[in-house]
């Protein structure tokens, strides 16, 4: 999920990521497709650890395989690892950043080994949230300044004698720890340890009528599910998480964009014109990542049943 990400490893940990990650390709190339002479050959694609990106990859792989012939190399690694990759060329596109404007500072301008390649037409959204049935009994927990209060309603086991702040994976955009602190909360932050973890937490809450309160984030497709309920933290303003350490204001609005290698721009393959073309909408990736995480279709099938559906959607990003 965005956000200013904790630091994911260094380098000689990316290069054991990449060896235990390497990803299975999608599929072998179907046809010799080209653009501008050139052919598209191995395209390797990072792929973060949510089920959004994972519809995202999905469906370009599988256009990149089935249409331009492409041998799709996926990556699964954390975000901050992926950009490391744009350096030695074992990374050629990331489709979903999360602002991380320090990480293009690093990359972009300085070491000048990535570029930016356009919109993905997603729009995010992090902050805390509620189960409905919660927001409902208790509406006075929807503003922050309430939850202090409310603090022993959310202790658990693990939070200490305070009250829990549940997240996700350690790696995903996150002000939650600065946030708790710099608003005097009595809560702590507890990792659920990913985002199919911190779904369950949010659906068992729902369920049974415990009482949770926890990050979360849009596109996803569990809103179709369940109604989560935002808190209304203090408003953002520009500027405001400047400071990562000083962060006492809501998460901005992310126009989420693509972000691929010097080398990869640089090198006529067609697979970068389907990048930068590719654009869709949440509700787009909603349903290719309901189909993964629920309906339990294999990325690929995912990705075809997508594609049939929305052909001339992908005919734009053809250029046909």
Known sequence: MTKKLRSAGVLTAFALALTACGGAKVGEADKPAT????????????????????ANAAVVAYVA?????????????????????????????????????????KYITEQKVAVEAGLSGNKGVIGWYLPPWLAAEHPELKDWKN???NAAMFKT??????GQLLDGDPSFVTNDEA?????????????????TALIQAFRDAEKNKKPVIGYFYEPQWFFNELKLVKVDLPAYTTGCDAVPAKVACDYPAYELDKIVSKKFADSGSPAYELVKKFNWTNDDQNVVAKYIAEDKLTPDAAAEK????????????LGK
Do not use: M
């Open 157 to 162: 086991s693990e939070s200490g004698g305070k």
């Open 179 to 195: 946030l708790v602190k710099n608003l005097k909360l009595d809560y702590k932050v507890v990792y659920a340890g990913s985002e």
């Open 35 to 54: 653009t501008g002479g050139k052919e598209c050959g191995t395209f390797n694609l990072a792929v973060s650890p949510w089920v959004g990106y994972e």
């Open 306 to 317: 997508w594609v049939k559906e929305n052909q001339s959607k992908v005919d734009a990003w």
């Open 147 to 149: 939850l202090n209060k």
């Open 65 to 105: 395989t089935k249409e331009l012939g492409c041998k799709v190399v996926k990556k699964n690694l954390k975000e901050e690892i992926a950009w490391q990759g744009f350096s030695t060329g074992e990374v050629d596109a990331n489709l979903e950043n999360w602002g991380h404007e320090d990480l293009k500072k």
